[in-house]
C-alpha cells in the first residue's frame, strides 16, 4: 500500500484530481464531461509530442526542434493541399509524417555521425525549419476556407462521444507503452540511457539508436503537423511556436529524467494531461493573464519537487527482527 | 583448441597495453590470466569481447579464424564475459540486467516478460542468491550485484566465460559458491578464462596460467608445473614477500567507542571500542551489515538509536563533513564510483582531499603536490603511463590504488577502510599493509573490513566479528583460529 502512495504516477495523478476537484469548486461549469472532452481534446497533441520527446529524453538527449518541425510540415502539406485539394486526407498525413521523420533523421545524422553535440544540432535546426516556413510560404497564411472539406472533416469525427485527437492520443499512447516495455528496441533505450558505457559492452548500438530517436521524434512531430494545422484550420508561420518548452516541461512533470534512462510512459502522458489541465483550468477560473503563467509555472515546480522527494531509496534489509 | 590468440598487440596513443601476446585455451578448461595491476589482462579481455580492436594479430575460435568487430560478434560467438567494471544498469530490474542486450521475445516480437522473471528467478535459486527478479539493481549492496553479473553470463549459455576478477568483493562463502558454479560450467563442457589476484584459489580452481607483465606474455603452462611463489615471480619479475607485516607497536589508550548502534532492519546492539594505534577488524559474510555500520559511522545514513564517543567526547555526525573535520576518514567499497574523478589526473585525484594543506593562503603549491603525490604513487607502485593520464584510462587495480592514496593523504586520526587490497595485485598489497603498519606507528587508529581472513588475522590487533546485523563476538586475533572465526561469521555456535 505504502509503495502505491509513494509511486510517481500516482501522486501526480492525485496532483491532477486536486486541481480538478478544486477547479470544479470554483466554477462547476468546468467539470461537465463537455468541458473535459474538450480539455483532453487540447491536450492530445502534447500527449502525442510529449511521448515521441520522452524516447529521446530517455537516451540522455533532448529535441528542440519538434515544434519547428511540426509547422513546416504542417505548412507543406497546407500549400500543397491548397494546389491540389483534390487529393485525399491520408495521403496529406502520410505526407506530413515522411517530411517530419526526414527532418528527423537530418538532426539524427548530425548528432550521431557528425558529432555535432544534441542542444547545438535541435538548436540550429529549430530556427532553420523555422526560417524554411517562411522561405516555402513567403511568409503568408493558408486560411480555413482554402483547405479542402475533406482536410479538415477527419478532425472532426467523434467516437463515443470523444474526438478523434483523443483516441489517436490513446492509439499512440499504446503504440510508444509496448514499444518501450515489450519490445527490444525500447528496453535498450532504457539501457544506452541509464549507463551508456556499459551499453556498449552489451553490444548497443549508440549511433543507431540516437538516429532511430530522432527519426520517431520528427515522425510524431510530422503526424501533429496535421493534426495542428486541421484543427486550428489555419497555416502559419508562427503556429506552434515555442511549444517544444510546453512539451519538454511535460516530461519533466511527468518524471522522465534529463539524466537518461528513467521514466514511465503513463508517467509522461499524466505529466503531459497535468500541463494540459492547468492551461485551460486557470482562465476557467477569471485569473489574470499574469498570474496565470506564473501560478502554472508554480504548479509545474511544485509537482517536480513532489516526484523527486519520493524517490527515496530502499534500503536492504540484513537483520530479521528478533 | 578452444581459443588461440596469436601475436595481438594494442596500444593506447603510444602506451603498449599488449605487445605480441599470445594465449591458449584448451577445450573444457580453466584457464587463469595473472599479472599485476596494468599488465594488460582487462585489454585482453575486451578484445575478445569486441569492445576493443587489436592493432595486430589473429583469433582463431575452434580453430576457424574470426574478428570480433563488436560485442554483440562476441556475443554471437558464443563467449560472454564479467566485466572488471561494473556493467550495470542502476534504475533497471534484476530480470532485466540479467537478460540486457539479450531479451527473450515471444514469437510476436514482443520481449517475454514472464520467462525471462522464471528462468532469473530459478537462476537466483540455483546460486542460492537472495535476491528478488524485480528489485532495482541501485538497491542491491556490491555483492548482489556481483551475482547479477555472474548470472548475466550463465543465461547466455556461451561456451567461452570469462571472469575478470569475480571474486573481488566476495567473501568466502560466496567465492566458494562461485567455484562450484565455475567447476560445474566446465563440466558442462564449457571453457573459463579466470582472472583473480588470490593465487591460492587460482591454484585450487585452475588448469592452466598465463601471466602477463607490462603487456608482454611471461610464462604459460598447466598449473601442476607451478607453485604459488613462482607465480608472483613471473608477475613481478623478481621474489617478493608478501608476510603481512605485524605491527609491533604498543597499544595505547582507547580513543574511539561506539554504544548500542541501532538502524532498523540493517544492525543492532552494536558496541565496540578502537584503542590508539590498534588495528581492528571487521569479519562476516558480504552483507553482513559491516558497510552499513560504517557508513552511519561515516555520516553517509543515518543512525536510528546510538552513541559515538571520540577522545571520550560525545560527537554527533550529521554528513561525512562532519566526521572529516573529527579527523575520522572513511574508504568506501564503492571506490570507483565515490572515490575518484576519472577524468583527473592521478596526481590531482591523490591531492583532492588535502587542497588546504597544499595551499598557501589559497594558493596551489604546486610542489607540496606532486612531492606528495609522487610519494604515494611510488609508496603504493600505481602505475601509470605517463604523468597526465586520466585515472579512468588506467588498469582496474591502478585506479583502486589512486583512491586509497587520495584518502590516506589526509592523514587522519583514525580511518576506516573498506575492503582495501582488494582488486590489487600481490605486490601492491603488500604495500599497502606496510604502509599501514607505518600508519599505526606514527599514531594512527585504523577499522578495517575485510572479506580475506589471513588479511584479518595477519594486520588485525583484535577482530569484530559479524553475522546478519549483529556482533557475534569481538576476538583477540592473537588467541583466535580461523575455524573459530569463520564458525562465528557463518551464524553457527
Ligand atoms: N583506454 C585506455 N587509454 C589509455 N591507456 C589505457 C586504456 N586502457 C588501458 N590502458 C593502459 O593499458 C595498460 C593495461 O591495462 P589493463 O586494464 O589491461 O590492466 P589489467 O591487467 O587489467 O590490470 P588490473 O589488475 O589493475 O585490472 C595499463 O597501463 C593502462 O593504463
Ligand atoms: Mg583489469
Redesign the interface.
Known amino acids: 500500500m505504502k509503495k502505491i502512495l509513494l509511486n510517481r504516477d500516482f501522486i501526480l495523478f492525485s496532483i491532477i484530481l486536486i486541481i480538478l476537484i478544486a477547479v470544479g469548486f470554483a466554477n462547476p461549469l468546468f467539470i461537465t464531461p463537455k468541458s473535459i472532452s474538450d480539455v483532453l481534446t487540447d491536450t492530445s497533441i502534447l500527449i502525442i509530442l510529449a511521448l515521441s520527446q520522452m524516447i529521446v529524453i530517455l537516451i540522455r538527449a533532448i529535441d528542440l526542434s519538434v515544434a519547428s518541425n511540426l509547422a513546416l510540415s504542417g505548412m507543406l502539406i497546407s500549400l500543397l493541399s491548397t494546389v491540389h485539394p483534390e487529393l485525399p486526407v491520408y495521403y496529406f498525413i502520410a505526407l506530413s509524417c515522411v517530411i517530419g521523420t526526414t527532418l528527423g533523421v537530418l538532426n539524427g545524422i548530425s548528432i550521431a555521425i557528425l558529432k555535432v553535440p544534441f542542444i547545438v544540432t535541435t538548436l540550429g535546426t529549430l530556427s532553420i525549419y523555422r526560417g524554411l516556413i517562411y522561405f516555402v510560404s513567403d511568409g503568408k497564411q493558408v486560411y480555413s476556407n482554402e483547405f479542402s472539406e475533406d482536410f479538415l472533416a477527419l478532425i472532426h469525427f467523434k467516437f463515443l462521444s470523444l474526438s478523434f485527437l483523443f483516441w489517436l492520443a490513446v492509439v499512440v499512447f499504446i503504440i510508444i507503452y509496448v514499444l518501450l516495455n515489450h519490445t527490444r528496441f525500447g528496453r535498450n533505450l532504457y539501457s544506452l540511457g541509464g549507463n551508456p558505457d556499459a551499453a556498449k559492452y552489451i553490444g548497443v548500438n549508440e549511433n543507431k539508436y540516437i538516429i532511430m530517436a530522432y527519426s520517431l521524434s520528427g515522425f510524431f512531430a510530422g503526424l501533429c503537423g496535421y493534426l495542428w494545422v486541421a484543427r486550428y484550420s489555419v497555416a502559419s508561420t508562427q503556429i506552434a511556436i515555442g511549444f517544444e518548452l510546453t512539451v519538454i516541461s511535460a516530461c519533466v512533470v511527468g518524471g522522465i529524467s534529463v539524466m537518461g534512462g528513467v521514466g514511465t510512459v503513463l508517467g509522461c502522458v499524466l505529466g503531459a494531461l497535468l500541463i494540459g489541465l492547468i492551461r485551460n483550468a486557470l482562465p476557467a477560473v477569471d485569473i489574470s493573464q499574469f498570474w496565470q503563467l506564473a501560478i502554472s509555472g508554480a504548479i509545474i515546480l511544485l509537482a517536480i519537487i513532489i516526484n523527486t522527494k519520493t524517490e527515496q531509496r530502499k534500503e536492504k534489509t540484513i537483520m530479521v527482527e528478533n | 583448441m578452444k581459443l588461440e590468440l596469436k601475436n595481438i598487440s594494442k596500444n593506447f596513443h603510444g602506451v603498449k597495453a599488449l605487445q605480441n601476446v599470445d594465449f591458449q585455451l584448451q577445450e573444457n578448461s580453466i584457464h587463469a590470466l595473472l599479472g599485476e595491476n596494468g599488465a594488460g589482462k582487462s585489454t585482453l579481455v575486451k578484445i575478445l ?3 576493443y580492436q587489436p592493432d595486430s594479430g589473429i583469433i582463431n575460435l575452434n580453430n576457424k579464424q574470426q574478428s570480433i568487430p ?6 554471437s560467438l558464443g563467449i560472454s564475459a564479467i ?1 572488471q567494471e ?7 530490474s534484476v530480470t ?1 540486467n540479467v537478460f ?4 527473450i ?1 515471444k514469437s510476436n ?3 517475454d ?1 514472464g520467462l525471462m522473471q522464471d528462468k532469473t528467478n530459478q537462476l537466483l535459486k540455483d546460486l542460492e542468491a537472495n535476491i528478488e527478479p524485480n528489485e532495482k539493481i ?4 556490491i555483492a548482489q550485484r556481483h551475482i547479477v553479473q555472474i548470472s548475466r553470463s550463465l543465461i547466455h549459455d556461451a561456451d567461452i566465460v570469462i571472469m575478470d576478477e569475480p571474486t573481488a568483493s566476495l567473501s568466502q562463502k560466496e567465492i566458494n559458491e562461485l567455484y562450484t558454479i565455475i567447476r560445474n560450467l566446465k563440466k558442462q563442457d564449457k571453457s573459463i578464462i579466470f582472472i583473480s589476484h588470490k593465487l591460492d584459489e587460482v591454484i585450487e580452481v585452475c588448469d592452466d596460467f598465463t601471466v602477463l607483465r607490462d603487456g608482454e606474455l611471461i610464462k604459460s603452462d598447466t598449473i601442476q608445473n607451478t607453485n604459488k611463489d613462482q607465480l608472483i615471480t613471473y608477475m613481478a619479475g623478481r621474489e617478493v614477500n608478501q608476510i603481512f607485516p605485524k605491527n609491533n607497536v604498543t597499544i595505547e589508550n582507547e580513543i574511539f567507542e561506539v554504544r548500542n548502534l541501532f538502524k532498523k ?4 546492539d552494536i558496541n565496540f571500542n578502537l584503542r590508539k594505534k590498534e588495528i581492528l577488524g571487521f569479519y562476516g559474510l558480504v ?3 559491516r558497510t ?1 555500520i560504517m557508513k552511519s559511522i561515516f555520516g553517509i ?1 543515518k543512525l536510528d538509536e546510538g552513541e559515538i564517543l571520540f577522545k571520550d567526547q560525545k560527537i554527533l555526525i550529521r554528513k561525512p563533513s562532519d566526521a572529516i573535520d573529527q579527523g575520522i576518514v572513511y574508504l568506501s567499497e564503492e571506490r570507483q564510483q565515490l572515490g575518484m574523478t576519472g577524468l583527473m589526473s592521478v596526481k590531482d585525484n591523490i591531492n583532492m582531499a588535502v587542497m588546504d594543506r597544499n595551499s598557501n593562503f589559497y594558493v596551489m603549491n604546486k610542489l607540496k603536490e606532486i612531492k606528495n603525490s609522487s610519494a604515494m604513487q611510488e609508496k603504493l607502485n600505481i602505475k601509470v603511463s605517463y604523468w597526465s593520464q586520466l585515472t579512468q584510462s588506467l588498469s582496474g587495480g591502478n585506479q583502486q590504488k589512486t583512491v586509497i592514496a587520495k584518502w590516506l593523504s589526509t592523514k587522519p586520526e583514525v580511518l576506516i577502510l573498506d575492503e582495501p587490497t582488494k582488486g590489487i595485485d600481490v605486490r601492491s598489497k603488500s604495500a599497502v599493509h606496510e604502509f599501514m603498519g607505518e600508519l599505526v606507528e606514527e599514531g594512527m587508529s585504523i577499522m578495517m573490513i575485510s572479506s580475506e581472513l589471513p588479511e584479518i588475522l595477519g594486520m588485525c590487533d583484535r577482530v569484530v566479528v559479524m553475522y ?3 556482533i557475534k563476538d569481538i576476538l583477540n586475533v592473537k588467541e583466535a583460529s580461523s575455524e573459530q572465526i569463520v564458525k562465528l561469521a557463518s551464524g553457527e555456535s
Do not use: R, Y
Open positions: 569481447c569486441g569492445v563488436d560485442p554483440s560478434a562476441s556475443l566485466h561494473s556493467v550495470m544498469f542502476d534504475e533497471l532485466e540486457i542486450g539479450n531479451h521475445t516480437g514482443l520481449v516478460w541501485k538497491d542491491l549492496s532492519t540493517q544492525f543492532k552483507g553482513s551489515g552499513e545514513t546478519k546485523g549483529l
